[in-house]
């Protein structure tokens, strides 16, 4: 079974940076395409981007295109999330999680999720 744990979370002021990580441990080999969700207080679960594993191919949700990176070290197994100029609208909490099938903007296409990592962009 792989597991997931996300990690970089925190409070910031808007403009500023963070750098969110996701160590994936155990049975990796199985996964090809990482994501990355948050969700907000009272909203729904929704996509930030994701990124393959073998080609390094991501995609971004609109909202955080030009100011998310999504990247990998596949050697240490490990998925970023570079967050620049924050906007106190990009508050929630952040979860990566391993694709299994399907549309990969959908949270239902993920079997595997970490405990998620808070960050709060205050004004």
């Known amino acids: 079974q792989m597991q997931l744990l996300e990690s970089g979370g925190g409070l910031v002021q808007a403009g500023d940076s963070l750098r969110l990580s996701c160590a994936a441990s155990g049975r990796t080999s199985s996964n090809s395409i990482m994501g990355w969700f948050r969700q907000a207080p009272g909203k729904e679960r929704e996509f930030v981007g994701f990124?393959?594993?073998?080609?390094?191919?991501?995609r971004s949700a609109d909202s955080v295109k030009g100011r998310f990176t999504i990247s990998r070290d596949n050697a240490k197994n490990v998925v970023y999330l570079q967050m620049n100029s924050l906007k106190p609208e990009d508050t929630a909490v952040y979860y990566c999680?391993?694709?299994?099938?399907?549309?990969?903007?959908?949270?239902?296409?993920?079997?595997?999720w970490g405990q998620g990592t808070q960050v709060t962009v205050s004004s």
């Open positions: 990124i393959s594993w073998s080609t390094g191919n991501t």
């Open positions: 999680a391993a694709h299994y099938s399907g549309s990969i903007y959908f949270t239902s296409s993920y079997r595997i």
